[in-house]
């Protein structure tokens, strides 16, 4: 018994190691840069993956485990400080939550190159002879290799905490990470500390990544899976705190391994996000974070800036051609034969409206939900239970699906809207893989296997009156429209409606108050706007429509699973919001657009088509800003007949600090 | 000049409007504001003036309700307001000015003005009507958001974006903006940091002109303007009062003199 525990508890201290490597690299980026990198976690895996290359496919084996623990982790490094010279570089000055825009895209290209050059099997690497086996320690027999983990993360942490301790470099660091100002005022480029900080971050994470995969496996989605729980930690510990992440990551590795998984496995994955979601609401800065001047925190995100070429009228007749436009495709692509066209452009559509969910709240207010998969994934699981057990109108089932999503929202945005910034991602993605974890857990979500629609009997209407959609049909010329062709004028319904109750409450005073928000939150609070309860409100009216979104996404699939409410999904709607343009509505749906455009013409040539999306996505983030809507106004000038360059010029936010120093 | 006999326009008639009893605002150790105790007067153009770090713009954040006072208390209208919020104490009518490049600089004049007036005017309206009504359907508001704009005489560039504005034209919309929340006081920081001497008698003088009826609360760096405007001057200095009076009674005074205009006034 006491040999188990023992057990346990070092298996906890294991884990928990990885994680402190993980973790402070994350927090002391986040720290003196104010850079989120989401990329860390494929960093790590990275490192792994050439520690691969080094060990087996060099033939050499387990004896070169050392040489790939010094070389790989260098490799990384040396990639960190590339990556931070030439993505992240170019966005200081912005708002720092364009570095998670940008560092999202690098996984999706990290994660596809991985695929790529070691394909979607898993490695375990070989371990030298001497850590094969066990030893005895405290009369315990104990795994000789876990034990090599603790000493050399642990002496590995201890390094770098005497780096940070006891050297000039460790000093300007971590001045920066108080405050960077002030470290500016004394006459130092901190800026020349960035890259330099980032590729120890990097390096160190691939350590971690190695010594993982030498105790469990290098596979591609194993950054995926190690990200979340490293921003737990760092959240945890306190953004910014080396102390925090040690203390987090061991704690969160004994809670993980040690208690939870022997003892409590129902609530496993659970209780981390639930601790994520209270210190962030009652010490938002963590166990041992320090409130640091956050600076750049006021910049404004880039919005596509409407209408400048285009007459409002000219623009509504473009908008009414479009609508003509899709209305067309389930009769063109029934008259060549080909539906494929009306399931991918259901999708699409669906997509659409999801991201156009996100934009109300992302792009008119600016509070950038890192978890909006949570409301499309409580939509779908709505509609599904609802009609499996409540009712069998769709119509209800959708209305169940945009209340329960419109209730949640509100209690998230209740308790998240008073943390600013990267702290609301931050909570918001807590509050989704809270959801996530849970729907694996319940009964009546089925699991991990989710739930089906096959063999329910449901149908289009209200109070009994109404049919199924495959018990319908219309005749346009030879086309015979049914099924699947009418849910996607369902779904165009859907889009066109919400876009235009979206557009009529921008109009409103509500939306101008939105508006004002997003240009500048402090003059609108000193007119006398409550902006809390504004953002709230927006916060619910997104989550409605992410809530219809997901309904119609069971639909769709007639089938829905855990995979609804992942966090990948969650950044996928933001990039497609980005690449349309937010703080338009039309954006996002050309966003959608261009997402699936690209990914439909990619897989025709390879499978790892993210990589290439990820590849425009960050340089969007980089470039294109304001996305593909601002692209005309940029290229106005340049064209003959066009209007002046005045009308086309980027306006880069301007420092709004306005609380002088007295 | 213009703005003497502007200055004669005001009329204060002796109703205390502020008061403050007893303010400190301490961060840690440091006390910014310590025991500070003033009123002003209904109509009253007061400015403070004080060495950097006096807690100048402290206390005006402890005013307008920006930071919470850690001991004291503010009353507006004979009413304690020490624990109302920001957007609270706007509604009661306490305004606050920004340094001019800090209106909502996507958004057209009109808007910019408009969302000020409907601001004052929220209540009037149901939750359904404020989602979905227009805002060019709200006749008064829009009414209200004409006047001021002829007022400040922007109604000409009423629909251009408040970025694409000259330098002139936005000062004259930042204070549109503030009086459109109707204000009984409003707290001006340092509205001319940066600005060269004719411009800030620009602003001074417009201030003057359309903010006639209300009672201002300036921070301002210039003591000659300050000297030349002023009904009455409170001076900060280190988070106390050092002296308060009329121009020439703190011209004449030989504290402030020492402490703060010695070097600055030749």
Redesign the interface.
């Known amino acids: 018994m006491l040999g188990t525990i023992f057990q346990q508890l070092l298996d906890g201290i294991t884990v928990g190691i990885v994680y402190v490597l993980l973790a402070a690299g994350l927090s002391v980026i986040f720290g003196v840069m104010n850079v989120i990198n989401f990329a860390h976690g494929e960093l790590a895996v990275l490192g792994a993956y050439f520690a691969v290359a080094i060990t087996i496919q060099t033939g050499i084996g387990g004896n070169a485990f050392v040489v790939a623990l010094v070389i790989a982790p260098l490799l990384v490094g040396v990639l960190g400080v590339a990556l931070e010279r030439y993505t992240v570089q170019p966005l200081y000055g912005r708002n720092p939550l364009y570095h998670i825009l940008l560092t999202f895209g690098l996984v999706l290209v990290i994660n596809d190159l991985i695929y790529l050059v070691w394909g979607t099997g898993s490695f375990r690497l070989p371990r030298p002879g001497v850590l094969t086996g066990t030893v005895g320690a405290f009369g315990f027999g104990v795994s000789a290799y876990n034990l090599f983990m603790i000493v050399s993360g642990g002496l590995m942490a201890l390094a770098v905490w005497a780096l940070l301790e006891y050297t000039r470099y460790g000093l300007i660091i971590r001045a920066g990470s108080q405050d960077r100002q002030m470290v500016r005022n004394l006459g130092i480029e901190i800026d020349r500390y960035y890259s330099l900080v980032f590729g120890v971050g990097a390096g160190l994470a691939a350590f971690a990544g190695i010594i993982l995969a030498g105790n469990q496996q290098a596979h591609p989605d194993l950054g995926m899976s190690i990200i979340i729980p490293a921003f737990v930690i760092v959240v945890l510990g306190g953004l910014g705190s080396f102390k925090g992440a040690v203390v987090g990551g061991l704690l969160v590795g004994i809670l993980q391994e040690s208690i939870l998984r022997p003892w409590v496995p129902w609530l496993e994955g659970m209780v981390i996000f639930v601790l994520m979601i209270g210190i962030l609401l009652i010490r938002p800065h963590g166990l041992f974070g320090t409130e640091h001047a956050e600076e750049g925190g006021t910049e404004r995100l880039l919005?596509g800036?409407t209408g400048s070429l285009l007459e409002r009228e000219t623009r509504f007749k473009l908008g009414l051609v479009m609508i003509g436009v899709l209305a067309l495709v389930p009769i063109v692509a029934g008259l060549l034969g080909n539906l494929f066209w009306v399931t991918f452009g259901s999708r699409v559509l669906i997509w659409a409206l999801f991201a156009l969910s996100l934009d109300f709240v992302m792009g008119y207010t600016g509070l950038v939900s890192l978890g909006h998969a949570l409301f499309l994934g409580l939509g779908a699981y709505a509609v599904v239970l609802g009609l499996i057990h409540v009712t069998s109108s769709v119509f209800v089932a959708l209305a169940l699906a945009i209340a329960l999503s419109a209730a949640i929202a509100w209690i998230v945005g209740f308790l998240s809207i008073r943390v600013a910034g990267v702290y609301f991602a931050m909570i918001t993605l807590a509050f989704a893989e809270l959801y996530y974890n849970l729907l694996y857990r319940l009964e009546i979500t089925g699991g991990s296997e989710g739930l089906g629609l096959l063999g329910q009997d449901y149908y289009y209407g209200l109070a009994g009156i109404g049919a199924s959609l495959d018990d319908i049909a219309f005749f346009v010329g030879p086309v015979v429209l049914t099924g699947h062709s009418l849910f996607y004028y369902v779904v165009l319904g859907a889009l066109v409606a919400s876009y235009f109750v979206t557009r009529?409450?921008l109009?409103?005073?509500?939306g101008?108050?939105l508006?004002?928000i997003?240009?500048?939150e402090e003059?609108?609070?000193?007119?006398?706007?409550?902006t809390v309860v504004y953002k709230r409100r927006a916060f619910v009216v997104s989550g409605a429509f992410a809530g219809l979104a997901g309904g119609l996404f069971a639909l769709n699939n007639a089938f829905v699973s855990p995979s609804a409410a992942e966090w990948l999904k969650s950044g996928e709607v933001i990039v497609m919001v980005i690449l349309g343009g937010m703080g338009t509505l039309y954006g996002p749906i050309i966003g959608a657009g261009a997402f699936f455009g690209l990914e439909q013409l990619l897989t025709h040539y390879t499978g790892r088509w993210r990589l290439v999306l990820g590849t425009i996505f960050v340089l969007f983030v980089i470039f294109l800003p304001r996305g593909l809507v601002s692209v005309p106004t940029l290229l106005a000038p340049y064209l003959p007949g066009g209007p002046g360059p005045t009308s086309a010029t980027e306006?880069l936010p301007?420092d709004?600090s306005?609380?002088?120093?007295? | 000049m213009a703005t003497e006999t502007q200055i004669d326009d005001r009329r204060t008639n002796g109703e205390t409007v502020l008061e403050l009893d007893g303010l400190v605002k301490t961060f840690g150790a440091f006390a910014a504001i310590d025991d500070v105790s003033m009123t002003v007067e209904r109509g009253e153009f007061r400015s403070i003036i004080g060495p950097n770090g006096a807690g100048k713009t402290t206390l005006f954040n402890l005013i307008s309700g920006a930071l919470p006072v850690t001991d004291g208390t503010v009353y507006f209208d004979g009413e304690e307001i020490t624990k109302l919020s920001p957007p609270e104490r706007v509604a009661r009518g306490i305004g606050r000015s920004f340094q001019i490049s800090n209106v909502f600089g996507g958004l057209s004049v009109r808007e910019n003005v408009r969302l000020a007036a409907q601001a004052d005017r929220r209540d009037g309206y149901n939750l359904v009507e404020s989602f979905f009504k227009p805002t060019g359907r709200y006749g008064d508001i829009n009414q209200e958001t004409d006047r001021i704009l002829e007022r400040i005489d922007l109604d000409h560039v009423a629909d251009e974006e408040a970025d694409a504005l000259a330098y002139g034209d936005r000062r004259r919309l930042e204070i549109g903006v503030v009086l459109a929340t109707d204000p009984e006081l409003v707290l001006f920081d340092e509205p001319t940091a940066g600005m060269s001497v004719e411009e800030t008698q620009e602003t001074i003088e417009l201030i003057e002109e359309v903010l006639v009826d209300q009672t201002l609360l300036l921070i301002e760096h210039d003591i000659e303007l300050v000297m030349e405007l002023s009904d009455r001057i409170t001076v900060l200095n280190q988070g106390e009062i050092l002296a308060e009076g009329t121009p020439a009674q703190i011209s004449g005074n030989q504290s402030v003199q020492d402490a703060y205009l010695g070097g600055m006034v030749e």
């Not at chain 1, 306005?658 to 007295?662: H, L, V």
């Open positions: 919005a800036r009529r409450m109009q409103s005073p509500f101008s108050v508006k004002s997003r240009e500048n003059r609108a609070t000193f007119l006398g706007y409550r306006q301007e709004s306005t609380e002088g120093g007295d």
